[in-house]
Nanobody, 127 residues
Framework: VQLVESGGGLVEAGGSLRLSCAAS????????LGWFRQAPGKNREKVAY????????YYEDSVKGRFTIAGDYTKNTVSLQMNSLKPEDTAIYYC?????????????????????WGQGTQVTVSS
């Protein structure tokens, strides 16, 4: 499985960015796509994911109402529209894919490994 992110950059607080992730090498019926982020000196944090089974979306509390995840599993792509950005959103954002781990992490709060990760894209929000 390969994942390639794009769309990061520098934006002022209150601005917007849209991240995209293109995935290949898997069957969309079996895998879910989503986003993590990691800020300097901090642990990796889950951001959002979208279920390939029913299209349900899940968000970390800190981004609810500001970020929107969308997926097209016929094309194996996922995007993250980020609005009302804050300096604390500054991080490297990673796309990740797995059959069950997103569900376990968001719904069961079970921290597990993921099958594949992208290389990450930097998002910097200036104050």
């Amino acid at each position: 499985v390969q994942l390639v992110e794009s769309g990061g950059g520098l934006v002022e607080a209150g601005g917007s960015l849209r991240l995209s992730c293109a995935a290949s090498g898997f069957t969309s019926d079996d895998y879910d796509l989503g986003w993590f982020r990691q800020a300097p000196g901090k642990n990796r944090e889950k951001v959002a994911y979208i279920s390939s089974k029913d299209g349900a979306t899940y968000y970390e509390d800190s981004v609810k109402g500001r970020f929107t995840i969308a997926g097209d599993y016929t094309k194996n792509t996922v995007s993250l529209q980020m609005n009302s950005l804050k300096p604390e959103d500054t991080a490297i954002y990673y796309c990740a894919v797995d059959r069950i781990s997103w569900f376990l992490l968001f719904v069961r709060s079970i921290n597990v490994s993921f099958e594949s990760w992208g290389q990450g894209t930097q998002v910097t929000v200036s104050s």
